[in-house]
DNA sequence: AGTTCACATTGGCATAGACCAATTGTGTTG
DNA sequence: CAACACAATTGGTCTATGCCAATGTGAACT
């Protein structure tokens, strides 16, 4: 462990850059020592060992396996959050993506699903829930609330595979402008359990707004994406 | 605490949502129990008692001093990544920001940079440290690197306030269009120490690269925001 | 009245140890 | 040879405790 360093600097932070060390130019995949022998190696508590630890599996440089070990993380999938589709921006990187619904409904909007698409309490909404995953891997938890009955839409979406070209080949419904609203969270045990992450992990929340040429709502979404997994680019054009 | 739980779910999850209804209504500022007081009340640890803090603290929910307390954070701010500028932006939500100069020289461009920005190595180029204040607070750390020199930057930036503005007016320098790459990543000892923020809280890391109307680089720039008082929000209007 | 200093309080860091849960390898059994 | 049972290994959670660092309070002293 390093001797010349700032004061204050806390001990799990120097195990921190230890480990950062430890793991630099191993390929992904590749286990590193368990909790118990690196606190014995550096002669600190596991405690701080897995603080450590924690912390380099939420910036996405570890992975860990209850029962098998910590490895070295694959890096993170860039996705740019454009009007482009989910499916579509993964396969442009040559990323095979996938879809799972876990449910479709038609139900009445609660008052905050009511407030974004501007509709009343009870109007009725059809609610998308579904995993996205990228080779086979789930890293998303997306949930879209669209006005009204779109009927025959779990067979449309079966065969088109995105959303916005069901919408608009079938419901003849435009995307013309989105507003998204990126922030951080934290994994909860729904989340932990559809992403098969871990407590407390850090999540990039996305809500999304859609509306039509006309400025109606299309869509409203709330995307938890793996903040160990993703990042999001997006671009501007200047109007002038 | 609650009773009926699904099972599995960890003991300092259960002390969050108790401690998230306890501050519900509540104005911010106000302080809760301490850590000792809460381990005490719910027959639990200190330890447990402050993960369940610890997370309620990276999600914005509350803040907390050393010595004094720990109190109901205020709200998120909302930033609006467009083309306008940290400080317009701001303004524009009735908040008054500001900016602390760290750091403005000519430095040789170190590789990373000098790819970003289309250079050799070793090619001058003006580097600006920057905090950004927003009512006093430090949200911000932003460094800036630009091809070149560019004299009497300091001296503009101090009258206009606005760096695209002085770009624009002063050098003639106009940026067409950005693109932003948003990630998570942990604050360190020198974001705790800029930022006055806990060890490990989350960021928000952006990463700008500005082109001007022929598609030259402009400016390359690293911000690291607070990932517990702002969230993002970007509109992208559709080509057709 | 103002300043200084000691002390109690509160959060920050770290230790040591215990038990649980998931995984994996091993050996036994059918 | 396949299937199952079991034990070892490894990460996940929690307790109990100690000391440090920053803050605020109040007494003591100019």
């Known amino acids: 462990m390093p001797t010349d360093v700032a004061p204050g600097t806390p001990k799990y932070y120097l195990l921190k850059t230890e480990v950062l060390g430890l793991i630099a130019g191993l390929k992904p995949g590749t286990l590193i020592p368990t909790e118990r022998a690196l606190a014995g190696k550096y002669g600190t508590s596991r405690t701080t060992v897995r603080q450590a630890i ?6 996405g440089k570890l992975g860990r396996i209850q029962g098998h070990g910590t490895f070295v993380a694959p890096p993170k999938v860039t996705h740019v ?11 442009s990187q040559g990323l095979r993506p996938d879809s799972r619904v876990l449910g479709l409904d038609v139900i009445g909007a609660d008052s905050g699903v009511a407030v974004q698409l501007g509709l009343e309490q009870g109007d009725p909404v059809t609610r998308l829930e579904r995993i996205r995953l990228i080779e086979g891997e789930p890293l998303a938890h997306e949930v879209a609330w669209l006005p009204g009955r779109l009927p025959r839409l779990k067979s449309n979406l079966a065969k088109a595979g995105s959303l916005y070209a069901v919408l608009a080949d079938v419901y003849g419904l435009r995307v013309a402008d989105v507003e998204d609203t990126v922030e951080t969270a934290l994994a909860g045990p729904e989340d932990v359990r559809l992403l098969g992450i871990g407590m407390g992990a850090p999540l990039l929340v996305v809500h999304r707004l859609a509306r039509d040429a006309n400025g109606a709502p299309v869509e409203w979404t709330r995307s938890a994406f793996r903040g160990d997994r993703f990042r999001f680019v997006s671009r501007v054009k200047s109007g002038g």
Not at 81 to 91: G, M, P, V, W
């Open 81 to 91: 959050r454009q009007l482009t589709s989910f499916s579509d921006d993964a396969r």
């Open 54 to 59: 924690s912390e380099l599996v939420a910036e």
